[in-house]
């Protein structure tokens, strides 16, 4: 009787200490990172299209 007794206990304390085993998983969030400046190079077309009214009023 006594094995049962310390079975019974050992089977009540084990199932109480899963009691609160599921819970949410913690996901955080993806930081997306999103570049707003042009291109270095964007200062280019303005300048040749300047260079080339210049030459055409300079002949």
């Given at each position: 009787?006594?094995?049962f007794a310390l079975a019974a206990t050992l089977a009540v304390?084990?199932?109480a200490?899963?009691?609160g085993g599921?819970?949410?998983p913690i996901v955080e969030p993806?930081?997306?990172v999103?570049?707003?400046?042009?291109?270095?190079a964007a200062?280019?077309?303005p300048v040749l299209l300047l260079a080339v009214v210049a030459?055409?009023?300079?002949?």
């Open positions: 009787m006594k094995k304390a084990a199932s200490s899963f009691a599921l819970e949410e993806e930081i997306i999103e570049e707003t400046s042009g291109t270095g200062w280019i077309i030459a055409v009023a300079a002949n």
